[in-house]
DNA sequence: ATGGCTTGCACAAACGATTGTGCTGATACA
DNA sequence: TGTATCAGCACAATCGTTTGTGCAAGCCAT
C-alpha cells in the first residue's frame, strides 16, 4: 500500500508498473480478453491498482461515457413522510445498484420542478423518477424527448402518459366505498385533493361509482378540498361540517388531507368516530397511536419508491425500450383500526345531506 | 433560438462567432475584464450563449475545477420524520446555493454510513453532512484529513469534535427534569437511547443532574434502553414497568423511543397520562394529534439542517478555515401538551422504585 | 528468406470545460 | 525607421477516463 496522499489514477497505476494507461483501463474493466491482454499483465495491473487503492474517479469517467451512474429525485415534499419513505427505498434501490441519488424538494410549485429537473438534466443524471406536484407536464415530456429516462411515481402525468408506477387508486376508492357502506354509512362526505390529478380523479370515480353501485347517488355525496395538503384538507372539512350538518363519515383522500380534518375535528370537539366516522387514504407510521387509530386504504410506499427505481433502470440499461410505456399498478389494502362506527341502520336513508 | 438537437457547448458558440473557445469560457465568466476581452465582443458572446441555450456542462467543469458544487448528505434513516425534515432543509438551503445533493441512507449502521462516505468521496462531493449512526468516526475523520469538508448534525463524534449543529441537549434535559418536578413527579423512569452518543449522554446526564439538585438522587431514576429505535423504546418501557411498578413519569430520549413505548402503554392497557405521564425528546407533526397530545421537548429541526449547510457552505467557500472547529448550539423548547399530568403529592416521597 | 497472421500492447483522440502563455497587429515614442 | 507597449484574442495543456487504431515482434507457412 502506498498511501502518498494523492489519489491514484489510471496514471499512477500505469507509470508504476511501466506499461501505458489504456492497458490499464482494459485490464481494470474486464476487457483484457477482447483487447489480448496477457492474463499475467491483467493480475499485475489489477494487483498494482489494489496495492495503490486505485478507484476510477466518476467524473472522468461520466464526462467520456456520458453516464454518471447517478439519478434525480424530485419530491413535492420531503418532509412528507409518504415521500419520505419513497426516498428511503429509491435510495436504497439506488446503492444497490451503484448509483448515487439526487434529491430535490419542489415544494409543491411546478415552477421548482421544473427548475429541479432542469439542474438534474444538466447535471447529466442517467435517469428521473418524479413525483409531479400537478397536472402539467411540459418540464418531463422534455426530458422524454430529450433522451433522459423518466418515470413518475404515485401521480401519472403527460399525454400519452409517462412511464409510471402508481397505486391502485381505483380500487381503493371502490374499498373505500364498499366499506363505508358496510358499516351502515350512507350520507358520507368526500375530502379530495388536487382536482384533476389522477389519484384524485380516480379515488373519487371510483368511490362515487361504488357508492352509486349501492343506492347512493353522486349527487346525494358533498365533496370539497382543492388540493393535496393539510390546511386545505382543514378547509375542506370545515366547509363540509358547516353545509352538511347529516354526515355521518368523511373520506379523505390523503394522509395529510385526513390529519387536516382530524385537526379541525378536534378543534370542534367532535368525537371520532362517536359523532363522525374517518377513512383516510394513506397509511403512515403513527396512525395507529392517533387519538382515534385511524382506519385507512394503505398503498405500499416502500414498494412504490423500488419499483420507479427498477423500472427506471430497465429503460437506464436498456432492457425497456425508453418509449415503450411503463405502467405499474400496486395493489391497495384496508387497514382496519377504529376510525369508522358502526353505524345503526337509520330511517334517514337516502335523505339529501 | 437555435434548436439543432444537440446540447451548445463552448464549441459552439465559439463556432458561431469565429472566435475561440477560451474567449467564450472568459466572456462567460466575467473575466472579460482580467483578460481585456472588447466588450462588444463580450456582448457578442452573451447573446450568441443565450440563443445557443448554452449552459456549461456541471461534469466537464467538474473534472477541470475539481468542484462539483454538489454536497453529499448521509442519514440514518430518511424515512424517520425527523431525518427527512433535515433533508428537505439541507436541499433547500443547497437550492439556494447552486448545489446538488446526493443523499445516502445508512439504514443506521456504521458500515453502510462508511460506505457511503466513500462513496460521495468518490464522486467528489464538495462538502458533507452527516448524521452519525453510532459512537466511532474514523471515516468521518478521514475525510478531514483528506481535506474534504464535514460537518456532523444532531450527533457529535470525534476527537477532537468534528464540526457539528446540534441541539442543546443538557438544556432540554435540565427543562424536562424541571418540568416534571413541578409536576409533582418524582418517581420518574428514563427511556434512554443508544449509551454514549452525545445526545443521549447530554440529555441523560442534565437530567439526572438536575432532578438531584431537587432531591432525587441519580440511584432513584431507574434507566433502560440500548438505541435510539422505536423496538428499544418498546422494550425499554417494558422493561422499566415490569421492574419499577411505582414509576409516575417517564422520559423518552427520543420520538421514536417515545413511540416505542406509547405502543407498549397501549397495548398493556395504560392510560396516559392517568395512569403514567410521558414527556418526550423531539417533536413531530402529528404529536399534538396522538391519543395523548404528546408533550416534547422540541428540537429546532429546520434549523438543524439549514444550519448545517450553512457552516458547510462557510467552510466550502473557505469562510471558515476547514481546520476550525464549528460548534453551533440550538435552543430547545417544551411544547406543553396533555401527555404530562399533575401528580398529587404523596407520602412516598423519596422511596426507592 | 519473405510475406502474412497473430499477439500484446502503445498512441492519441475524444468528452467539455478552465487557464497560462503565446502571438499578431496597432499605436506610441524616441 | 526602429522598437517598446499594449490590446485582443488564439493555442494548447490539463483534469481522468474510454476506445479506435497503429505498430512492433514473434510465429508459421511457403
Request: proline share 7%; hydrophobic share 45%; with cysteine.
Given at each position: 500500500m502506498?498511501?502518498?496522499?494523492?489519489?491514484?489514477?489510471?496514471?499512477?497505476?500505469?507509470?508504476?508498473?511501466?506499461?501505458?494507461?489504456?492497458?490499464?483501463s482494459?485490464?481494470?474493466?474486464g476487457?483484457?480478453?477482447?483487447?489480448r491482454i496477457?492474463?499475467?499483465?491483467?493480475?499485475a495491473?489489477?494487483?498494482?491498482?489494489?496495492d495503490?487503492?486505485?478507484?476510477?474517479?466518476?467524473?472522468?469517467?461520466?464526462l467520456?461515457?456520458?453516464r454518471?451512474?447517478s439519478?434525480?429525485?424530485?419530491?413535492?415534499d420531503?418532509?412528507?413522510?409518504f415521500?419520505a419513505e419513497?426516498?428511503?427505498?429509491v435510495a436504497?434501490?439506488?446503492?444497490l445498484?451503484g448509483?448515487?441519488?439526487?434529491?430535490?424538494?419542489?415544494?409543491?410549485?411546478t415552477?421548482?420542478?421544473?427548475?429541479?429537473?432542469?439542474?438534474?438534466m444538466?447535471?447529466?443524471?442517467?435517469g428521473?423518477i418524479?413525483?409531479?406536484?400537478g397536472?402539467r407536464?411540459?418540464?418531463?415530456?422534455?426530458?422524454?424527448a430529450g433522451?433522459?429516462?423518466?418515470?413518475v411515481?404515485?401521480?401519472?402525468?403527460?399525454?400519452?402518459?409517462?412511464p409510471?408506477?402508481?397505486?391502485d387508486?381505483a380500487?381503493?376508492?371502490?374499498?373505500?366505498a364498499?366499506?363505508l357502506?358496510?358499516?351502515?354509512?350512507?350520507?358520507?362526505g368526500?375530502?379530495?385533493g388536487?382536482?384533476?390529478?389522477?389519484?384524485?380523479?380516480?379515488?373519487?370515480?371510483a368511490?362515487?361509482a361504488?357508492?352509486?353501485?349501492h343506492?347512493?347517488?353522486?349527487?346525494?355525496?358533498p365533496?370539497?378540498?382543492?388540493e393535496?395538503?393539510?390546511?386545505a384538507?382543514?378547509g375542506?372539512?370545515?366547509?363540509?361540517?358547516?353545509?352538511?350538518?347529516?354526515?355521518?363519515?368523511l373520506?379523505?383522500l390523503?394522509?395529510?388531507?385526513?390529519?387536516?380534518?382530524?385537526r379541525?375535528?378536534?378543534?370542534?370537539?367532535?368525537s371520532?368516530?362517536?359523532?363522525?366516522?374517518?377513512?383516510?387514504?394513506?397509511?403512515h407510521?403513527?396512525?395507529?397511536?392517533l387519538a382515534?387509530p385511524?382506519?385507512?386504504?394503505?398503498q405500499?410506499?416502500?414498494?412504490?419508491?423500488?419499483?420507479?427505481?427498477?423500472t427506471l433502470?430497465?429503460?437506464?440499461?436498456?432492457?425497456?425500450p425508453?418509449?415503450?410505456?411503463?405502467?405499474?399498478?400496486?395493489?391497495?389494502r384496508?387497514?382496519?383500526r377504529?376510525?369508522?362506527?358502526?353505524?345503526?341502520?337509520?330511517?334517514?336513508?337516502?335523505?339529501?345531506?
Open positions: 502506498a498511501g502518498n496522499g494523492q489519489r491514484a489514477t489510471l496514471r499512477t497505476v500505469a507509470e508504476r508498473l511501466g506499461i501505458s494507461v489504456s492497458t490499464v482494459r485490464a481494470l474493466s476487457q483484457g480478453g477482447r483487447y496477457r492474463p499475467e499483465t491483467v493480475g495491473v489489477r494487483a498494482a491498482a489494489a495503490l487503492q486505485f478507484r476510477p474517479d466518476p467524473v472522468a469517467r461520466g467520456r461515457m456520458r454518471t451512474h439519478l434525480g429525485l424530485v419530491v413535492p420531503a418532509a412528507n413522510p415521500f419513497i426516498a428511503a427505498s436504497d434501490a439506488a446503492r445498484r448509483h448515487a441519488v439526487l434529491l430535490c424538494d419542489s415544494r409543491e410549485t415552477e421548482r420542478e421544473a427548475e429541479a429537473v432542469r439542474l438534474l444538466d447535471r447529466k443524471v442517467d428521473l418524479v413525483c409531479p406536484v397536472l407536464a411540459d418540464h418531463l415530456e422534455a426530458c422524454r433522451g433522459l429516462p423518466v418515470v411515481a404515485d401521480r401519472i402525468v403527460g399525454s400519452p402518459p409517462l409510471f408506477v402508481a397505486a387508486n380500487a381503493g376508492g371502490r374499498m373505500a364498499a366499506y357502506v358496510k358499516r351502515g354509512h350512507r350520507r358520507i368526500l375530502l379530495q388536487l382536482p384533476g390529478s389522477t389519484p384524485n380523479e380516480e379515488r373519487k370515480t368511490f362515487l361504488e357508492l352509486a353501485r343506492g347512493i347517488p353522486r349527487r346525494l355525496v365533496v370539497a378540498g382543492e393535496f395538503s393539510e390546511a384538507g382543514a375542506a372539512a370545515s366547509a363540509l361540517l358547516d353545509r352538511h350538518p347529516g354526515l355521518t363519515a373520506f379523505a390523503s394522509n395529510v388531507v385526513a390529519m387536516g380534518a382530524l379541525v375535528l378536534a378543534a370542534r370537539g367532535i371520532v368516530p362517536r359523532d363522525l366516522s374517518i377513512l383516510g387514504f394513506d397509511d407510521p403513527y396512525a395507529a397511536l382515534t385511524l382506519t385507512v386504504i394503505a405500499p410506499v416502500e414498494d412504490l419508491g423500488r419499483r420507479a427505481a427498477e433502470f430497465d429503460r437506464i440499461e436498456g432492457r425497456a425508453s418509449r415503450a410505456r411503463a405502467a405499474v399498478r400496486l395493489p391497495v384496508l387497514v382496519e377504529a376510525s369508522v362506527a358502526a353505524q345503526p341502520p337509520d330511517a334517514t336513508k337516502g335523505t339529501r345531506p
